[in-house]
DNA sequence: CTGAATCCTGCCCGATACTG
DNA sequence: CAGTATCGGGCAGGATTCAG
């Protein structure tokens, strides 16, 4: 240990974002809103139940995600961001602008390569 | 498709960054100087060679990574980040930062907790 | 020196069924 | 409604060997 210990940092600000669906359960909880678990399952169509409870809990562990429990019959469950999650927010938005423009960028290649096939 | 396809473009954004040795990877090129491949073998000191050629073959791929040969025995191979790669810069800065603040922030709650335990 | 080719392994995630 | 429990597959990544 301590090899890069300093340098390497952006690992552990990854394991908190990485995760099949974490950057999902993340957009969707920045909007503000707490979110009850079906409500989740409802925007993410192609999560399972298990999956989406495990993300969960990491998130809940890395106090990014607060979840609060409505004593109640039928149970009834809020997920929210914490104050500190929202610190998460512009490496999210940062992330996007990248992603969209890597997007297009690969779209404009695509179609140049297509042209110079037809001539 | 389309259901979500402009809000998840993180996803695609993280697919380029993500992989257990890229954004060491990147981290060493964004320096700034060529690097030949048994130079970033030695700056990753437990990354096999195959690991290596693969995630560097993927940032090339992306055009994230230059890879010039130079002809010649032994072998010499440069690779360079490309002005295009530079764009992940304020990426990997701001991962960074928040990855420091993380850690600090869990080790200080590791400590209140060892203090209220000896209570 | 810079790889490519195989083989192997862990574990992330999915499918399904069950519960308070 | 909001979860657990269990089983199994796929794929990223590791170890080792060969090659130009």
Redesign the pocket.
């Known amino acids: 240990m301590r090899k890069n210990s300093d340098q390497c940092q952006f690992v552990v600000a990854l394991d908190s974002i990485?995760?099949?669906?974490k950057p999902l359960i993340l957009y969707h909880l920045l909007q503000g809103k707490p979110l009850?678990?079906?409500?989740l399952?409802r925007l993410l169509p192609?999560?399972?139940?298990?999956?989406?409870?495990?993300?969960?809990?990491e998130l809940e562990e890395e106090e990014i995600v607060k979840?609060v429990?409505y004593p109640q019959i039928?149970?009834?469950?809020?997920?929210s961001i914490t104050e500190y999650g929202t610190s998460l927010s512009p490496i999210l938005e940062t992330l996007h602008q990248w992603g969209v423009a890597h997007v297009e960028r690969k779209q404009l290649k695509k179609e140049k390569n297509e042209r110079t096939e037809t001539d």
Chains 1, 2 share one sequence.
Do not use: A
């Open positions: 990485v995760g099949k669906w009850r678990f079906n409500e399952r192609d999560i399972t139940q298990r999956m989406l409870t495990l993300h969960l809990r979840r429990v039928p149970p009834k469950v809020e997920y």
